[in-house]
């Protein structure tokens, strides 16, 4: 089976701009959860989607929010950019939902200046 | 705040030896998932502990969950080089609403 895959690989934007970020996950998995990882606060969990029903939210302004697709491709966007958004944001998807195993993808390195 | 906590930060071996690296939580966890992160690479799944209790073996590996279920270890034992990275704890809390919340890592470094 296909990894999970997460486009782009790197982004950098501007202050103020806004982004999307996509993943794929692991054909028949359903849970797709959204992490950001930072040298000074390690893994945060932002959201896990379930069968395009957000299913747990972590402590993130509104500015980042998410969707799922009815293929379990899931999709995470950042509006108004802040330079502290710069970091790794990794997306990993489980067969059935985050308590069980989780698959990570290679994440998206984003930079913003 | 985070509620899940990892000692030590960094952990340097020497080639060969034994270390431990600690997951402590301040609440019960349903159960209790370790990932190892390689430099440059993603996080990979190694194990899942469920019941009180439980150890469970891979290898040079040995992973613990404690009694009260708001503990757990990770053992090495004749570290090599290829064990470099950063292990990651992951707890279960049912209190924060099924959240899997990580641990900080312990970033570990091998000496030749």
């Known amino acids: 089976k296909a990894g999970v895959t997460q486009t782009p690989r790197y982004l950098i934007k501007t202050r103020g701009q806004q982004v999307t970020l996509s993943c794929s996950p692991i054909s028949g998995h359903r849970s797709v959860s959204w992490y950001q990882q930072t040298p000074g606060q390690g893994l945060q969990f932002l959201f896990e989607y379930f069968s395009e029903t957000q299913r747990n939210k972590g402590n993130f302004p509104g500015r980042f929010s998410g969707r799922q697709f009815s293929n379990s491709r899931s999709e995470m966007n950042v509006s108004t950019l802040e330079l502290g958004d710069s970091a790794l944001y990794l997306c990993?998807?489980?067969?059935?939902?985050?308590?069980?195993?989780?698959?990570f993808g290679p994440g998206t390195r984003l930079t913003v200046t | 705040g985070q509620q899940v906590m990892q000692i030590p930060q960094y952990q340097h071996v020497q080639e060969g030896e034994d270390f431990t690296t600690y997951c402590n939580s301040s609440t019960t966890l349903s159960n209790i998932q370790w990932y190892k992160q390689r430099p440059g690479g993603h996080p990979v799944f190694l194990i899942q502990l469920v019941k009180s209790g439980e150890v469970k073996k891979q290898k040079r590996l040995t992973f613990q969950f404690g009694e009260a279920k708001k503990n757990s270890s990770l053992h090495i034992t004749a570290t090599q080089t290829t064990d470099v990275g950063t292990y990651f704890c992951a707890g279960l809390i049912k209190a924060a609403g099924n959240k899997l919340t990580f641990g900080g890592g312990t970033r570990v470094l091998v000496k030749p």
């Open positions: 990993a998807s489980s067969s059935r939902d985050s308590s069980y195993e989780q698959y």
